[in-house]
């Protein structure tokens, strides 16, 4: 009958999937297991050294100058050793004279016309820029800011612990600005605070290297020297910057109680647009860099490129855990319970029949483990609400009341929007701001 066939496969598609999602779910499992362990502290230095930070900015009038005073008045490092560099990228507004005025040191760059660059051109801008100081001008490490972001008050001085005790390539706690705004910063604000707290923190400990994303990265300018600048052209030029260190034989840290806050995307678009550029730009880098990550590993036995393979792996797989999986034995239990139904028709069945049955239902048992390992990962998310509340957006704790119970509908979002990005071609959407200007601006 057509409904056997039917159900044999599928059935068979469904080996395949768990076969392949079995790794990196596995590893996923052990980095949530994992997630308890203590946080590594760097050693207070009383060394301190000269900084830049360097923030892109296309057309952010409404938020550049928050952001700039913000970094002035609120750093607990001694003013003079720090300077703010904003790269008025093709901007049409007045984002270079309210950065000015708020204290950055401005530089301009405006494309050629017919020329096309992403985030990484005024990057590679300003770190050309920087690179070119020398003597008294120069600096030991530059950190990147977006245009939207806060950091807590200790930010500069821990992460100038970190440079001193020998890191050149580092990460803060991605926390949310407006993690309480609304379902979709709610769930945008854990899945960061996920990405730290159960991720950059494990690979610490572990001694994995780290995955540096673009807000609050620190770089020494002792590396970019080495590898020549900002060598990035992708949508996604941090995870390839990231991976091109990785390959040169840096290894990225995380400096866990430095903290950037970020504005979350506040409705579908946005998260749509946020999540097309990163599915976009993790699926070119692993269709581009899967041979290399392996052969690095057979190479140098640093599970860490096999880590980051799998990681880009996860754009796709999300998808297969958030949408095959439900409708799949949704399905089974709907054909088994018909055939049941049926008695006699079913008793008839050959023998192999019952043994596919058996064996549909081991596998049943699976998904029902997989589905209590994303159970466990709520209970974790609860408990990450709870300690972490603050970096996550929130006041109070039951403010995040609510969010760990909404997460698997955002999980299922998130994996879409991503596949949707994966299958596209690279593009910038503008993320609406929701952090308002401050009453000095206006």
Same mark, same amino acid.
């Given at each position: ?33 994992l997630g308890f362990l203590p946080k590594k502290t760097w050693k207070k230095s009383s060394k301190k050294g000269r900084i830049a ?177 900002? %060598?990035?052209? &992708?949508?996604?030029? /941090?995870?390839?910057?990231?991976? #091109? =260190? *990785?390959?040169? !034989?840096?290894? +990225?840290? @995380? ?7 970020? %504005?979350?995307? &506040?409705?579908?678009? /946005?998260?749509?647009?946020?999540? #097309? =550029? *990163?599915?976009? !730009?993790?699926? +070119?880098? @692993? ?14 036995? /640093? ?140």
């Open positions: 009958m057509w409904h056997e066939i039917l159900f044999r496969v599928l059935s068979i598609i469904n080996y395949v999937v768990l076969i392949i999602i079995a790794i990196p779910v596995f590893l996923q499992v052990m980095f949530i297991l930070y360097l923030i892109p900015a296309h057309n952010e009038a409404d938020v550049i100058y928050g952001t700039v005073k913000a970094v002035f008045d609120g750093q607990e490092y001694p003013k003079e050793l720090f300077d703010v560099y904003v790269v008025a990228h093709n901007c049409t507004d007045n984002t270079a004279e309210l950065a000015g005025k708020a204290g950055a040191k401005v530089l301009v760059l405006d494309d050629p016309p017919g020329v096309k660059t992403y985030l990484y051109a005024p990057i590679r801008f300003g770190i050309e820029h920087l690179l070119s100081l020398e003597g008294e001008q120069a600096y030991d490490f530059v950190l990147r800011l977006d245009a939207d972001n806060r950091i807590n008050p200790e930010f500069t001085s821990l992460m100038n612990d970190a440079y001193q005790a020998g890191v050149d390539f580092a990460r803060p706690y991605e926390g949310a600005l407006n993690g309480t705004q609304n379902f979709y910063t709610k769930a945008c604000a854990m899945m960061y605070a996920f990405d730290s707290r159960y991720g950059s923190r494990v690979r610490e400990r572990l001694h994995l290297a780290a995955h540096v994303n673009g807000p609050g990265a620190m770089f020494s300018m002792k590396m970019l020297r080495e590898c020549g600048g900002y %060598d990035c052209t &992708s949508i996604s030029d /941090d995870a390839e910057f990231n991976m #091109k =260190r *990785m390959f040169d !034989g840096y290894k +990225g840290h @995380f400096v866990e109680e430095a903290v950037v806050y970020e %504005d979350m995307p &506040s409705s579908y678009k /946005d998260t749509l647009n946020r999540n #097309k =550029r *990163m599915g976009s !730009g993790a699926s +070119g880098l @692993f269709k581009k860099n899967a041979g290399k990550l392996w052969g690095h590993f057979f190479r140098t036995g /640093d599970f860490s490129f096999l880590e980051v393979y799998f990681l880009f792996s996860l754009s796709l797989l999300n998808v297969l855990l958030c949408v095959w999986l439900p409708l799949y034995y949704i399905y089974h239990f709907i054909y088994c319970g018909f055939a049941g139904w049926g008695g006699m028709e079913l008793a008839m069945q050959p023998p192999e029949y019952y043994q596919a049955m058996i064996w549909n239902t081991v596998w049943c048992a699976v998904g029902i483990a997989v589905g209590l390992f994303l159970l466990f990962g709520y209970v974790q998310g609860i408990f990450l609400a709870l300690s972490d509340y603050k970096k996550l957006g929130a006041k109070r704790r039951r403010e995040l009341a609510g969010t760990v119970l909404g997460f698997p509908a955002f999980l299922i979002l998130y994996g879409i929007t991503l596949l949707v990005g994966a299958c596209s071609k690279p593009s910038w959407g503008k993320v609406a701001r929701n952090v308002p200007p401050p009453q000095s601006q206006k």
